[in-house]
């Protein structure tokens, strides 16, 4: 029975692809929209030439962008499928992108090249390079009003720059390891960051002093998010546990486990009450954030996953990975999202 079910899954994915071909050439577009009723075919975006490290949702959810070892950043339109712009001019592989939380029109991007670039979401140009850091760029964040960008890096240092001017006005310094993870609290007053050295810790802006180390992970911290009422942190670890944590005492109030390789990707609901974690096993999961529980386990992409991001209203999440590839989900059901 799970073999059959196998070979209808493959069948309807190559049919879909044969179908998505005509359309995207501007054949027989009744055909397409009469076929489309009968066949589920998921909302797969391929176009990079090599593994997808990197994804957020733009704030309307009607874009995904998205950031490649082979130097690029891709703008897509969710629901056609289709690569909208190419963003060139890294020359190594792109570990992190974010998009401006609310009126601005910015994606930033970091890199192995050791340098942030910022883009315009509307033109696809480049509007500025942030140079410092002297190891590979991990990861980025946008502060919820725009004004500032803090990076994570492989030098061990985390960078809070000025977007406007493009000044670098802090650097933290305090891991022991590559920082892996960063995000901005929703007040836009803190930072999270996840390293090497096995912990979470939580940096003041204003000051640029760590207030909170976070010890328990047994293996290095690759993913952090933070709630949007900013009360928990969420990190992900190589020891393939999720970590929920009190963002103001640092208590672990629960660990999730079930994922059998290491977590490289955590996101948590904008109602707070899910969390998704991504991992190098291939699967994703859902879990019950109030409870700790397993909601749903999803496996459809065929090689490590490197990133998970939530759509604005909490209904659907998007995943990246080594395949090639980006999938969009629906949250409810567990299922693709589907054209």
């Known amino acids: ?68 070892f082979d130097n690029t950043v891709r703008v897509w339109n ?42 315009n979401f509307y033109t696809g140009e480049c509007t500025g390079i ?77 000051t640029g002093e760590c207030n909170l180390v976070l010890e328990g992970h047994t293996d290095s911290v690759h993913a952090v998010a933070i709630s949007s009422d900013g009360a928990r942190i969420v990190s992900g670890s190589r020891d393939r546990t999720v970590r929920v944590w009190n963002a103001k005492t640092g208590a672990c109030e629960k660990t999730l486990t079930g994922h059998t390789y290491g977590i490289s990707g955590v996101a948590i609901s904008p109602d707070g009450e899910k969390i998704i974690s991504a991992s190098w096993d291939m699967t994703v999961r859902v879990w019950d954030s109030g409870r700790g529980v397993l909601e749903n386990k999803m496996k459809g992409h065929r090689d490590w996953l490197h990133a998970v991001a939530f759509s604005p209203d909490g209904k659907k999440f998007v995943t990246a990975s080594d395949d090639k590839t980006i999938r969009v989900w629906n949250i409810d059901t567990g299922l693709p999202v589907t054209i």
């Open 1 to 68: 029975m799970a073999e059959k079910e196998q070979m209808k899954k493959r069948a309807s994915d190559a049919f879909g692809e044969i179908v998505k071909r005509y359309k995207q050439q501007g054949e027989c577009p009744e055909a397409w929209e009469a076929l489309k009723k009968y066949v589920d075919i998921p909302v797969v975006l391929k176009g990079h030439k090599e593994g997808v490290y990197a994804v957020a949702i733009w704030r309307d959810g009607e874009k995904i962008v998205s950031g490649s």
């Open 78 to 119: 969710a629901e056609t499928c289709e690569c909208e712009k190419t963003l060139v001019g890294h020359a190594q592989g792109v570990f992190s992108v974010a998009v401006s939380p609310f009126g601005g029109g910015m994606i930033v991007s970091g890199s192995s090249d050791r340098t942030l670039w910022m883009w």
């Open 130 to 206: 942030l140079k410092g850091h002297t190891d590979v760029v991990n990861a980025v964040a946008i502060s919820p009003d725009g004004s500032r960008i803090v990076s994570a890096s492989g030098d061990k240092t985390i960078r809070i720059w000025n977007s406007r001017t493009g000044n670098c006005h802090k650097i933290l310094m305090g891991h022991e390891g590559n920082v892996k993870a960063v995000a901005f609290s929703p007040d836009g007053e803190r930072i999270v960051s996840g390293s090497f050295d096995k912990t979470v810790r939580v940096w003041s802006v204003i």
